[in-house]
Protein backbone atom coordinates (compact mmCIF):
# COMPACT_ATOMS: atom_id res chain seq x y z
CA UNK A 1 0.00 0.00 0.00
CA UNK A 2 1.49 3.81 -0.71
CA UNK A 3 0.43 6.72 0.24
CA UNK A 4 -0.85 10.21 -1.61
CA UNK A 5 -1.10 13.05 1.15
CA UNK A 6 -2.53 16.53 -0.34
CA UNK A 7 -2.60 19.64 1.69
CA UNK A 8 -4.13 23.17 0.68
CA UNK A 9 -1.79 25.83 2.06
CA UNK A 10 -2.77 27.73 4.99
CA UNK A 11 -4.61 30.90 4.96
CA UNK A 12 -3.42 33.27 2.78
CA UNK A 13 -3.25 37.10 3.23
CA UNK A 14 -5.44 37.30 0.15
CA UNK A 15 -7.82 34.27 2.03
CA UNK A 16 -8.04 36.96 5.03
CA UNK A 17 -9.36 39.87 2.85
CA UNK A 18 -11.86 37.28 1.05
CA UNK A 19 -10.13 37.65 -2.60
CA UNK A 20 -10.00 35.82 -5.38
CA UNK A 21 -5.92 35.22 -5.66
CA UNK A 22 -5.25 33.18 -8.42
CA UNK A 23 -1.63 33.95 -9.59
CA UNK A 24 -0.80 36.73 -7.02
CA UNK A 25 2.00 35.28 -4.87
CA UNK A 26 0.63 36.62 -1.44
CA UNK A 27 2.18 35.09 1.42
CA UNK A 28 0.56 33.74 4.78
CA UNK A 29 -1.18 34.69 7.53
CA UNK A 30 -0.41 34.05 10.79
CA UNK A 31 -3.60 31.96 10.93
CA UNK A 32 -2.31 30.38 8.29
CA UNK A 33 0.77 29.32 9.61
CA UNK A 34 -0.80 27.67 12.06
CA UNK A 35 -2.84 25.61 9.80
CA UNK A 36 0.59 24.74 8.51
CA UNK A 37 1.78 23.46 11.28
CA UNK A 38 -1.43 21.63 12.41
CA UNK A 39 -1.80 19.84 9.37
CA UNK A 40 2.19 18.62 9.93
CA UNK A 41 1.01 17.46 13.24
CA UNK A 42 -1.94 15.82 11.56
CA UNK A 43 0.84 13.92 9.54
CA UNK A 44 3.45 12.88 12.54
CA UNK A 45 4.37 9.20 11.43
CA UNK A 46 3.83 10.08 7.83
CA UNK A 47 6.89 9.53 5.64
CA UNK A 48 7.13 10.78 2.31
CA UNK A 49 9.91 10.69 -0.10
CA UNK A 50 8.83 13.75 -2.76
CA UNK A 51 7.25 16.86 -2.21
CA UNK A 52 5.37 18.40 -4.70
CA UNK A 53 4.08 22.08 -4.77
CA UNK A 54 3.46 25.52 -7.01
CA UNK A 55 5.24 28.53 -7.95
CA UNK A 56 3.22 30.14 -5.38
CA UNK A 57 4.70 31.38 -1.86
CA UNK A 58 1.76 30.66 0.00
CA UNK A 59 2.06 27.29 -1.29
CA UNK A 60 6.22 26.66 -1.00
CA UNK A 61 6.11 28.25 3.04
CA UNK A 62 3.38 25.47 3.92
CA UNK A 63 5.44 22.84 2.43
CA UNK A 64 8.67 23.94 4.39
CA UNK A 65 6.29 24.23 7.63
CA UNK A 66 5.41 20.58 6.76
CA UNK A 67 8.87 19.35 6.12
CA UNK A 68 10.33 21.42 9.12
CA UNK A 69 8.14 19.82 11.46
CA UNK A 70 7.94 16.08 10.95
CA UNK A 71 12.31 16.71 9.79
CA UNK A 72 12.06 15.71 6.43
CA UNK A 73 13.63 18.88 4.99
CA UNK A 74 16.07 16.85 3.22
CA UNK A 75 13.42 15.10 1.03
CA UNK A 76 13.50 16.55 -2.06
CA UNK A 77 10.60 19.18 -3.36
CA UNK A 78 9.95 20.23 -7.32
CA UNK A 79 7.83 23.33 -7.76
CA UNK A 80 6.12 23.48 -10.59
CA UNK A 81 3.83 25.95 -12.12
CA UNK A 82 1.38 23.69 -13.23
CA UNK A 83 0.28 22.97 -9.91
CA UNK A 84 -0.29 26.63 -9.62
CA UNK A 85 -4.31 27.56 -8.47
CA UNK A 86 -6.36 28.51 -11.08
CA UNK A 87 -5.82 31.47 -13.21
CA UNK A 88 -8.94 34.04 -11.85
CA UNK A 89 -7.85 36.68 -14.58
CA UNK A 90 -10.04 40.04 -13.97
CA UNK A 91 -11.27 38.85 -10.94
CA UNK A 92 -8.32 38.50 -9.29
CA UNK A 93 -7.19 40.77 -6.14
CA UNK A 94 -11.13 41.98 -5.71
CA UNK A 95 -13.37 40.79 -3.02
CA UNK A 96 -15.36 38.29 -3.03
CA UNK A 97 -18.92 40.06 -1.90
CA UNK A 98 -18.33 43.20 -3.77
CA UNK A 99 -18.01 40.83 -7.50
CA UNK A 100 -21.39 39.06 -6.05
CA UNK A 101 -23.27 42.89 -5.30
CA UNK A 102 -22.04 43.41 -9.14
CA UNK A 103 -22.03 40.71 -10.91
CA UNK A 104 -24.69 38.86 -8.68
CA UNK A 105 -25.01 35.49 -6.81
CA UNK A 106 -25.40 32.89 -9.37
CA UNK A 107 -22.44 34.08 -11.87
CA UNK A 108 -20.14 34.43 -9.03
CA UNK A 109 -21.08 30.84 -8.46
CA UNK A 110 -20.13 29.62 -11.78
CA UNK A 111 -17.08 31.52 -11.87
CA UNK A 112 -16.01 29.74 -8.26
CA UNK A 113 -17.59 26.36 -8.45
CA UNK A 114 -18.68 25.23 -12.20
CA UNK A 115 -15.91 22.80 -14.14
CA UNK A 116 -15.92 24.97 -17.20
CA UNK A 117 -17.37 28.34 -16.42
CA UNK A 118 -14.04 30.72 -17.19
CA UNK A 119 -13.98 34.00 -15.07
CA UNK A 120 -13.63 37.82 -17.05
CA UNK A 121 -10.22 37.96 -18.62
CA UNK A 122 -7.42 39.64 -18.19
CA UNK A 123 -6.79 42.31 -21.15
CA UNK A 124 -3.04 40.93 -21.02
CA UNK A 125 -1.53 37.62 -20.20
CA UNK A 126 1.22 38.72 -16.94
CA UNK A 127 4.90 39.16 -17.66
CA UNK A 128 6.79 36.31 -18.31
CA UNK A 129 9.05 37.37 -15.11
CA UNK A 130 9.86 35.34 -11.44
CA UNK A 131 9.36 31.86 -11.98
CA UNK A 132 7.65 32.06 -15.90
CA UNK A 133 10.71 33.94 -17.17
CA UNK A 134 11.39 31.06 -19.44
CA UNK A 135 7.69 30.54 -20.45
CA UNK A 136 6.80 31.31 -23.73
CA UNK A 137 4.74 34.14 -23.66
CA UNK A 138 1.64 31.95 -25.06
CA UNK A 139 1.54 29.77 -22.11
CA UNK A 140 0.80 32.56 -19.71
CA UNK A 141 -3.16 32.23 -19.34
CA UNK A 142 -5.67 35.62 -18.90
CA UNK A 143 -8.33 33.35 -17.09
CA UNK A 144 -8.76 29.66 -16.23
CA UNK A 145 -11.79 27.67 -15.51
CA UNK A 146 -11.23 24.83 -13.60
CA UNK A 147 -11.18 22.66 -16.59
CA UNK A 148 -8.40 24.49 -18.31
CA UNK A 149 -6.60 24.11 -14.65
CA UNK A 150 -7.47 20.41 -14.87
CA UNK A 151 -5.86 20.17 -18.15
CA UNK A 152 -2.39 21.34 -16.55
CA UNK A 153 -2.57 19.77 -13.36
CA UNK A 154 -3.33 16.22 -14.42
CA UNK A 155 -0.87 15.71 -16.96
CA UNK A 156 1.71 16.62 -13.63
CA UNK A 157 0.06 14.40 -11.57
CA UNK A 158 0.52 11.32 -14.53
CA UNK A 159 3.97 12.26 -15.43
CA UNK A 160 5.23 12.91 -11.58
CA UNK A 161 2.95 11.51 -8.89
CA UNK A 162 1.36 8.81 -9.72
CA UNK A 163 4.85 7.16 -11.74
CA UNK A 164 6.12 7.33 -8.05
CA UNK A 165 3.15 6.25 -6.15
CA UNK A 166 3.28 3.40 -8.81
CA UNK A 167 6.99 2.20 -7.52
CA UNK A 168 5.44 2.59 -3.72
CA UNK A 169 6.29 5.73 -2.64
CA UNK A 170 4.72 7.96 -0.60
CA UNK A 171 3.98 11.80 -2.00
CA UNK A 172 2.91 14.68 -0.38
CA UNK A 173 1.18 17.22 -2.76
CA UNK A 174 1.21 21.32 -0.62
CA UNK A 175 -0.81 23.50 -3.44
CA UNK A 176 -4.35 25.19 -3.90
CA UNK A 177 -8.24 24.79 -3.63
CA UNK A 178 -8.56 24.40 -7.23
CA UNK A 179 -5.39 22.17 -7.62
CA UNK A 180 -6.61 19.85 -5.30
CA UNK A 181 -10.21 19.81 -6.42
CA UNK A 182 -8.87 18.99 -10.06
CA UNK A 183 -6.65 16.02 -8.75
CA UNK A 184 -10.00 15.07 -6.27
CA UNK A 185 -12.01 14.90 -9.58
CA UNK A 186 -9.14 12.91 -11.32
CA UNK A 187 -8.48 10.76 -8.70
CA UNK A 188 -12.26 9.53 -7.82
CA UNK A 189 -13.51 9.85 -11.15
CA UNK A 190 -16.37 12.45 -9.92
CA UNK A 191 -18.18 14.07 -12.77
CA UNK A 192 -17.95 17.81 -13.79
CA UNK A 193 -21.66 18.30 -12.44
CA UNK A 194 -20.41 17.00 -8.71
CA UNK A 195 -17.21 18.63 -8.55
CA UNK A 196 -19.09 21.97 -7.70
CA UNK A 197 -20.17 20.77 -4.52
CA UNK A 198 -16.34 19.63 -3.67
CA UNK A 199 -14.49 22.10 -0.90
CA UNK A 200 -11.00 22.09 0.16
CA UNK A 201 -9.83 23.93 3.42
CA UNK A 202 -6.84 25.41 4.36
CA UNK A 203 -4.60 23.12 6.04
CA UNK A 204 -6.18 20.43 6.31
CA UNK A 205 -4.54 17.24 5.33
CA UNK A 206 -6.16 14.64 2.47
CA UNK A 207 -5.11 11.20 2.39
CA UNK A 208 -5.46 8.76 -0.31
CA UNK A 209 -3.89 4.93 0.75
CA UNK A 210 -3.68 2.68 -2.36
CA UNK A 211 -2.99 -0.17 -3.67
CA UNK A 212 -0.42 -1.20 -6.03
CA UNK A 213 -2.80 -0.54 -9.28
CA UNK A 214 -3.73 2.83 -7.87
CA UNK A 215 -6.87 1.64 -6.67
CA UNK A 216 -8.17 3.70 -3.94
CA UNK A 217 -8.42 1.53 -0.34
CA UNK A 218 -9.16 4.60 1.95
CA UNK A 219 -9.73 8.28 2.22
CA UNK A 220 -10.52 10.81 5.00
CA UNK A 221 -12.37 13.10 2.62
CA UNK A 222 -15.56 13.89 3.69
CA UNK A 223 -18.20 13.44 1.58
CA UNK A 224 -21.72 15.57 1.45
Known sequence: MV????????????????????????GLTTEGRVQAHYAAKQLQGFEFEHVHTSVLKRAIITAYIIQDDLKLNYVPITKTWRLNERHYGALRGQNKDETRRE?????????????YSVPPKLAHPDPNDGPYKYFEPRIMPVAESLFGAYKRIVP???????????DGKNQLIVAHGSTIRALIKYIEGISDQDIDGVEVANGMPLIYEFDDRLNIISSNRQKK
Not at 8 to 25: D, F, I, K, P, V
Not at 106 to 112: A, D, E, M, S
Not at 156 to 166: E, P
Request: no cysteine; proline share 0%.
Open 103 to 115: FGEQQVHLWRRSF
Open 156 to 166: YYVDHVANRLL
Open 3 to 26: KLVMVRHGESTANALNQYTGWNNV
